[in-house]
């Protein structure tokens, strides 16, 4: 699996935004659109596309996309 080609995927459709590209240093303040509704959305279609689930600890110690993409990364190794 391509985690930032899926994700970069993820990302456009929950925001409506084919300009998104991602970086690992991303955060919210970097896409416009990205508040807690959003951020929910998003974690529920990563869960379900990627077929894992995060524990919501694991989710508060995300500080950028880097650490979602190394977390993904770990789940599905």
Known sequence: ???VAS???IFREVFDD???T???AMTADDVEGWDSLSH???IVTIEARCGIK???KELLTFK???DLMDS???KIS
């Open 1 to 3: 699996m391509d985690i």
């Open 7 to 9: 994700l970069t995927a």
């Open 72 to 74: 993904i990364a770990a």
């Open 54 to 56: 995060f524990s919501q």
């Open 64 to 66: 950028n996309v880097g």
């Open 40 to 42: 929910v959305n998003l």
């Open 22 to 24: 991602l970086t690992r």
């Open 18 to 20: 084919e300009g998104i």
